[in-house]
C-alpha cells in the first residue's frame, strides 16, 4: 500500500481516507489496506483513534443538521486544532455518506514527521452490503455528488481561512448545478434502461413532456429540499441536454432535447448489402472469399468504391471486413460495404456473393450475419 502521506511534501496537503458509512471510524485493529496504512501513520505521532473517530461522528451529525453549511469544532480532541465538515442532500438517502470532514492537525502531530502533511480529508461511498438497493447507477450518482461536496468543503475552508465565506449567490449556483446534473441523470439513458415507469411516461406523449411533479417525488430531488418548480425551472435554464415549458394550467413540463425516445445512442457503421439474406445465405453482393461448388476459391468481381464505377476500393478497412474494427469512426478507412462488391482478396472465411454453387462461412446478408451454407446462383 502506497503510504497515506509523503516524506517530503512540497506543499501544505491533505490526505483523502476512504472510511466506513457504518461507524465513520479509521478501522480497527486487524483492518489492511489503506485504513491500515492511515491507522499506522496516525497513531505513529501520538493520535488518539477512538477520539479521532467520535470527532467524525459528532461533525456529520452536526453537519446534517446544518446541511450545505461549513460546520466547525474547535480543539475537538489532542492532536487536531480544528475540524470541518459539509453535508450534501444530493448524495442521497445512504446512510453514513452525506458529509465529507476536514480535520487540521496541530504542530506535533504531522504524519511522517513532515509539517507539510497539515490535515486528514475523510469521506465515505455506498456500498452493497451496507446500502441495500443500491444500483450502479446510483452509486455513480453518489460518488458524482460526494466529489462535488469535497470540493466545495474545500473551497469553503479556504474562504473561511482567508476570513471570507460564499455569498448566497455562490451557494444557490453550487444547488442549482447539482440539480441540473441530477436530472440529466433522470433523463438520461443510464437511468432510462432501469425507470421503465419513466421511460413510459415520456412515450406516452407525442413529444416526451414529463410532469415536473412526477420528478419532485424521485428521492434524490426530494432529498434536496427542492419545494417549488420554479427552483427546478431556473437551474435547468442552463441545461444543454434538458427542454423545460410551463403549460397555460401552470404546471411545468421537461423533456429530453431528443424527444419522447430519450437521449440517442450513436448508430454503428452502416452495412449495405446485396439482396436480403439471412442468417447465413448471402443475398448477392459482398466480400469476403468463399469456396464455389468445385472447392475452388470463389473470387468474384474486385471491390470499388461507393459510387464509384471504376477502380479498386483501395481505403476499405480490413479489419471492418473481418467482422470490427476498434477505432469506429474514428478510422481513417472506409467502413461502409456496397451493392456489388464481390471477394475481398486474402480474407479466407468471409463468404458473401460470388460464383453458383454450394459457399460455406460466415454470410453477411441483408438482415443479420451468421454461419451457415449458401446454395444458388448467387449464394456464397
Not at 489532542?78 to 442521497?92: K, Q, T, V, Y
Not at 502531530?109 to 446510483?138: D, E, F, I, K, Q
Not at 433522470?186 to 415520456?202: A, E, G, P, V, W
Not at 435547468?236 to 419522447?260: E, F, I, M, Q, W
Request: with cysteine; charged share 20%; net charge neutral.
Amino acid at each position: 500500500v502506497w503510504p497515506p502521506y509523503d516524506l517530503e511534501a512540497s506543499d501544505d496537503c491533505a490526505s483523502l481516507c476512504c472510511g466506513s458509512p457504518e461507524t465513520l471510524s479509521l478501522g480497527h485493529a486487524r483492518s489492511a489496506g489503506s485504513t491500515k496504512a492511515f491507522r499506522e501513520a496516525l497513531g505513529a505521532v501520538g493520535h488518539d483513534l477512538a477520539a479521532f473517530e467520535d470527532v467524525h461522528r459528532q461533525l456529520y451529525a452536526a453537519s446534517q443538521d446544518n446541511p450545505r453549511k461549513l460546520v466547525r469544532m474547535d480543539r475537538p480532541c489532542p492532536g487536531l486544532l480544528a475540524s470541518f465538515s459539509r453535508f450534501s442532500p444530493e448524495i442521497g438517502a445512504w446512510g453514513g455518506c452525506g458529509a465529507a470532514i476536514l480535520s487540521i492537525f496541530e504542530p506535533g502531530y504531522y504524519p511522517m514527521g513532515c509539517p507539510r502533511n497539515v490535515a486528514l480529508l475523510y469521506a465515505t461511498a455506498p456500498n452493497g452490503r451496507t446500502h441495500p438497493g443500491l444500483t450502479a447507477g446510483s452509486f455513480l450518482c453518489a460518488l458524482q455528488s460526494a466529489g462535488s461536496n469535497i470540493a466545495r468543503l474545500m473551497r469553503e475552508y479556504n474562504w473561511h481561512v482567508g476570513g471570507g465565506a460564499p455569498g448566497d449567490h455562490q451557494r444557490a449556483e453550487w444547488w442549482e448545478t447539482d440539480m441540473k446534473a441530477q436530472m440529466e441523470y433522470y433523463m438520461s439513458n443510464r437511468n432510462l434502461q432501469t425507470d421503465r415507469q419513466l421511460k413510459l411516461r415520456m412515450m406516452q406523449d407525442e413529444e416526451g413532456w414529463v410532469d415536473l411533479d412526477i420528478l419532485m417525488t424521485y428521492p434524490r430531488i426530494a432529498a434536496s429540499g427542492v419545494t417549488q418548480q420554479q427552483e427546478i425551472l431556473e437551474a435547468l435554464s442552463t441545461s444543454k441536454c434538458l427542454k423545460t415549458k410551463v403549460a397555460d394550467n401552470g404546471r411545468a413540463y421537461v423533456r429530453h432535447v431528443c424527444g419522447p425516445t430519450g437521449p440517442k445512442r450513436k448508430r454503428p457503421p452502416e452495412i449495405i448489402s446485396g439482396g436480403g439474406g439471412c442468417g447465413g445465405f448471402g443475398g448477392g453482393g459482398g466480400y469476403g472469399q468463399g469456396m464455389d461448388g468445385h472447392g475452388q476459391p470463389n473470387a468474384g468481381p474486385r471491390p470499388r468504391m461507393e459510387g464509384s464505377s471504376d477502380g479498386p476500393m483501395d481505403r476499405f478497412c480490413w479489419d471492418f471486413g473481418k467482422g470490427f474494427c476498434k477505432k469506429g469512426d474514428m478510422c481513417k478507412w472506409i467502413h461502409i460495404i456496397t451493392p456489388g462488391m464481390g471477394s475481398m482478396p486474402g480474407k479466407p472465411g468471409m463468404s458473401m456473393g460470388g460464383q453458383s454453387g454450394y459457399g460455406s462461412g460466415q454470410g453477411y446478408g441483408g438482415s443479420g450475419m451468421g454461419m451457415g451454407m449458401g446454395m444458388g446462383g448467387q449464394s456464397g
